[in-house]
Structure formats: structure tokens, C-alpha cells
């Protein structure tokens, strides 16, 4: 099985030097590393350049679901069988991408695997709760979440970009990630849209992947600290919009509703500061999912 790996980046020299030496000392290496720099400032064109075995692909920064897409689309070009996706605070212990593929290539699980992938810890190594997967007592054909842990995996949903191995074969079918997404949702949406492919998706305990962030935390509009509010405009935006495609008109207009009129009162009865800036943003969101039609690209 032919394996690329691809890493999206944004001015983040330092780590994303570690997270290519990682990859790169994997037990079983990647054929094809490939890194996308999503308009970097701070020497990441300048070090990408000058080095061996990479193919790099640099584009103005249009958010890391664009960086995703194009890095799923070059993988495909070079011709994977398998795309390693992961971000460039990802950093894999040695048998990360071997033990993926043991389960990817085992073909003991069934419906055929779309993708597989990693416990995601944080510094200490705890759980991080941004790449928590997806699990449900039965999967979509009725399959229990432990039928084949046998092979070391458990089916999933859906699950982050923090080291996720996908399926070339079900790229072609289900298309590419939604480039228009900018930040948040791209992930989920995707591994979810895989599985209504009718893929399997399967989490492997055994192949760990750090993912080092400052802290370990997960999205929350009631106490997330103001330097992230500029994505919640991406991620309303995008949930919205996969409600609207997922659950129709009447869920996604009811949806719509509470996040007008209900979700102010829930923002300044728990916030404890920032009330109006977080209303304002969740509002603007909001209206902008109205327009919001983003189209799949196929390759």
C-alpha cells in the first residue's frame, strides 16, 4: 500500500520541523511526504524549499479545510493508496502510521475501511478533547462499536484531522473536503461523509499521535478565552450549514432560530466576559450560513 502523508501548516516553523522529523522516523515511513503551507510568513517557504523529499505546496492562506483539500488532491496525484492527514502540531510516536495500516490492511473489518485513526493525547499524555472520535453503540449498518476489536480497532463515526489514514478509494467516491470551510467542521464532516459512503471508520488505540497545543481543550463558546473567537464564525457557520445539508430546512431554520434569539441569553448567563463580542460573532454567523453554499470538488 502506497502512503502519503500530508501536513497542513501556517507559521508554525518550529513545530512543523518536529512533526516532518517524526513522520519521517516512523517505523513504517510514508512514500510521499507531502506539506502544504497555507501562506506563511515567518521562513516556512524559505525551510520548505531547501529540503530533500518533500513535496510542498504553497498557496495564499485560505484556511486549513483549503490546505486539506489541496493536500488530499496531491496525494491523489502521486498516487496513494492510502492519505495520512494530519496537522502541523501533530507529532507521531514511531509506530503511529504502522499501526493504522495494520488495521487499514488487516481485511478483517467490514464494510471496507475509509479511514483509520489515532488516539490523540495531549502533553501530559491524557486524551486531547479537540480530536476525541465519534462512537456510537452501532454503527450505520447495525455493526456493534466493538465487533472487530480483535484487530485493535473500534468503529467510529467520525474524527478529527489529527492524524487520520483515509482511503484513496473512497476520496474518489465521496470527493474532497470542503476547501470553503476555512476552520472547524471540515474534519467531522468529511469522516462522516465517508461512512454514509459506506465505508467503515475505525479508531486505533495503539497508534498515538501527540497533539501539542498550548491546552487541552475542545470548542466552548461559554469559556473559551477571546483569542479564538474569530473562529467560532467559521464553526457556527459551518455547523449551520451541515445541519442545512444533513437535516433539511425545518431543522437547520429551528437551528437558526435558537441561535438568534436563544443563544444570547445561554452567552450571558455563563460567559464571564466578552458577553456582547461572542453574541455579535454567533449572530453574524449565523446570517452568514443563510448564503452559505459551498460545493463538493470531485477528483
Request: net charge positive.
Amino acid at each position: 500500500m502506497k502512503v502519503a502523508a500530508t501536513i497542513i501548516t501556517y507559521n508554525r516553523i518550529g513545530i512543523l520541523k518536529e512533526a516532518v522529523q517524526a513522520v519521517k522516523n516512523q517505523t513504517h515511513t510514508p512514500d510521499q511526504i507531502i506539506v502544504v503551507n497555507n501562506g506563511s510568513t515567518d521562513g516556512t517557504e524559505e525551510w520548505l524549499k531547501a529540503q530533500q523529499g518533500l513535496d510542498c505546496i504553497h498557496q495564499p492562506n485560505l484556511g486549513g479545510s483549503a490546505g486539506f483539500s489541496a493536500g488530499v488532491k496531491k496525494a491523489y496525484e502521486l498516487g496513494a493508496d492510502w492519505i495520512w492527514i494530519m496537522d502541523d502540531d501533530s507529532i507521531p510516536e514511531p509506530p503511529a502510521l504502522a499501526e493504522l495500516l495494520k488495521v487499514a490492511g488487516s481485511g478483517d473489518i467490514k464494510p471496507d475501511p475509509g479511514f483509520v485513526c489515532s488516539k490523540v493525547t495531549w502533553l501530559d499524555g491524557t486524551p486531547h478533547l479537540m480530536n476525541l472520535p465519534h462512537i456510537s453503540i452501532f454503527s450505520r449498518q447495525g455493526i456493534p462499536f466493538n465487533q472487530f476489536d480483535h484487530t485493535g480497532a473500534l468503529l467510529v463515526n467520525a474524527c478529527s484531522f489529527v492524524s487520520v489514514l483515509v482511503s484513496v478509494k473512497a476520496v474518489k467516491q465521496v470527493g474532497l473536503p470542503y476547501k470553503e470551510f476555512f476552520i472547524w467542521g471540515d474534519d467531522s464532516e468529511y469522516t462522516q461523509r465517508i461512512i454514509k459512503g459506506g465505508y467503515s471508520g475505525s479508531y486505533v488505540p495503539s497508534s498515538v499521535v501527540l497533539h501539542k497545543t498550548a491546552t487541552n481543550y475542545s470548542a466552548d463558546i461559554f469559556n473559551d478565552d477571546g483569542k479564538n473567537l474569530w473562529k467560532y464564525k467559521y464553526g457556527i457557520r459551518n455547523t449551520l450549514f451541515i445541519i442545512k445539508k444533513e437535516k433539511g430546512a425545518v431543522k437547520y431554520f429551528t437551528t437558526v432560530l435558537k441561535y438568534f434569539f436563544v443563544m444570547p441569553f445561554r452567552i450571558m448567563k455563563k460567559r464571564k466576559d466578552l458577553k456582547w463580542t461572542f453574541i455579535k460573532t454567533a449572530w453574524a454567523a449565523t446570517a452568514r450560513s443563510l448564503s452559505f453554499h459551498p460545493k463538493i470538488d470531485h477528483i
